[in-house]
């Protein structure tokens, strides 16, 4: 490493993962990045997480417990707040940081000083399936990222490490949201900020049945909210806020809100009425749940073939 050695917190929220909390920690501990601090936040767990956290001895570990469950942003808030390093980073209680994942992220810092948030590849593995996410498919990764990130999410929570600046300019995690608060995060950073990218797998996630990310109608829920949280942005871009609008439809009506997906289908079809499938979507749709789930899943298995 350079003199470029500022320490690094690392900010863990948990909430009864006490069986792969200590895996993820030691994943941060055993960085070759060795200027750091992990932030335990306990988002009021049940069950011998504060036991697991107590028999690691490394003073770079704090424990914080809040006694009212927030979720999984309201936690992060709440150990930003109780720390003022210059630089946070973010783990999950189940993911594993590879060991040169900060070193990596923080030499970037000191070799482009006009960065302000660093983020890298992950491995997710979710159903048996393992993917690198982001996926890039010709998308802009660096630099002023602003309209690839409304195209949809390109930083895990997990992969970033984000200057303290970022958030004393465009504020915390946004606790109102069921899912994608990271989204919503890095679309607000991304209009003010520039990000550097790391083109190399270093987190490894895996998605339980347990997980908020697979909790479908939750994040169909966040989605919706995020978009019209930001439908400014959106607006000036009416073809990608059809596609949205169509994709947040199209998922409420499959979870059996065909009511409610009616009406973003609707919408995205006055976005951008040239979008011929979301208009039969959306009459399909007017034929009710059963029937719109079967003609899905024939077009689906039609499209496999």
């Not at 767990?45 to 704090?62: C, F, L």
């Given at each position: 490493?350079?003199?470029?050695?500022?320490?690094?917190?690392?900010?863990?929220?948990?909430?009864n993962?006490?069986?792969?909390?200590?895996?993820?920690?030691?994943?941060?501990?055993?960085?070759?990045?060795?200027?750091?601090?992990?932030?335990?936040?306990?988002?009021?767990?049940t069950?011998?997480?504060?036991?697991?956290?107590?028999?690691?001895k490394?003073?770079?570990?704090?424990y914080?417990?809040?006694?009212?469950?927030?979720?999984?942003?309201?936690?992060?808030?709440?150990?930003?707040?109780?720390?003022?390093?210059?630089?946070?980073?973010?783990?999950?209680?189940d993911?594993?940081?590879?060991?040169e994942?900060?070193?990596?992220?923080?030499?970037?810092?000191?070799?482009?000083?006009?960065?302000?948030?660093?983020?890298?590849?992950?491995?997710r593995?979710?159903?048996?399936?393992?993917?690198?996410?982001?996926?890039?498919?010709?998308?802009?990764?660096?630099?002023?990222?602003?309209?690839?990130?409304?195209?949809?999410?390109?930083?895990?929570?997990?992969?970033?490490?984000?200057?303290?600046?970022?958030?004393?300019?465009?504020?915390?995690?946004?606790?109102?949201?069921?899912?994608?608060?990271?989204?919503?995060?890095?679309?607000?950073?991304?209009?003010?900020?520039?990000?550097?990218?790391?083109?190399?797998?270093?987190?490894?996630?895996?998605?339980?049945?347990?997980?908020?990310?697979?909790?479908?109608?939750?994040?169909?829920?966040?989605?919706?909210?995020?978009?019209?949280?930001?439908?400014?942005?959106?607006?000036?871009?009416?073809?990608?806020?059809?596609?949205?609008?169509?994709?947040?439809?199209?998922?409420?009506?499959?979870?059996?809100?065909?009511?409610?997906?009616?009406?973003?289908?609707?919408?995205s079809?006055?976005?951008?009425?040239?979008?011929l499938?979301?208009?039969?979507?959306?009459?399909?749709?007017?034929?009710?749940?059963r029937?719109?789930?079967?003609?899905m899943?024939?077009?689906?298995?039609?499209?496999?073939?």
């Amino acid at each position: 490493m350079s003199d470029f050695e500022p320490k690094v917190s690392v900010i863990i929220p948990t909430y009864n993962r006490a069986d792969s909390l200590s895996t993820a920690i030691e994943s941060v501990l055993s960085q070759t990045y060795r200027n750091l601090e992990v932030v335990i936040v306990d988002d009021g767990s049940t069950d011998n997480t504060a036991e697991v956290v107590a028999g690691i001895k490394d003073p770079r570990v704090r424990y914080l417990r809040s006694d009212t469950r927030g979720g999984a942003g309201a936690a992060r808030n709440f150990g930003m707040e109780r720390q003022r390093e210059d630089y946070i980073a973010f783990q999950d209680s189940d993911d594993v940081w590879f060991p040169e994942k900060l070193e990596k992220q923080m030499r970037l810092f000191a070799q482009e000083q006009e960065v302000d948030v660093v983020y890298c590849a992950l491995w997710r593995t979710e159903f048996g399936v393992r993917e690198c996410i982001p996926l890039k498919d010709g998308r802009h990764m660096g630099g002023d990222v602003f309209d690839e990130m409304l195209k949809g999410n390109l930083v895990s929570t997990a992969t970033a490490v984000v200057k303290r600046k970022c958030f004393d300019a465009m504020g915390m995690f946004d606790t109102s949201l069921t899912s994608l608060e990271d989204w919503d995060l890095f679309i607000r950073m991304a209009a003010s900020f520039n990000f550097g990218f790391i083109n190399e797998p270093l987190v490894e996630s895996m998605v339980g049945p347990d997980s908020i990310t697979a909790d479908r109608a939750n994040w169909y829920n966040g989605y919706a909210a995020v978009i019209e949280k930001n439908l400014g942005a959106f607006r000036k871009r009416r073809r990608l806020l059809a596609k949205h609008l169509g994709s947040i439809g199209h998922g409420l009506c499959l979870a059996g809100d065909v009511a409610r997906g009616r009406r973003f289908l609707a919408r995205s079809a006055l976005a951008n009425p040239f979008r011929l499938k979301c208009i039969a979507a959306l009459l399909i749709s007017l034929l009710g749940w059963r029937f719109y789930s079967a003609v899905m899943r024939l077009r689906s298995a039609r499209s496999g073939a």
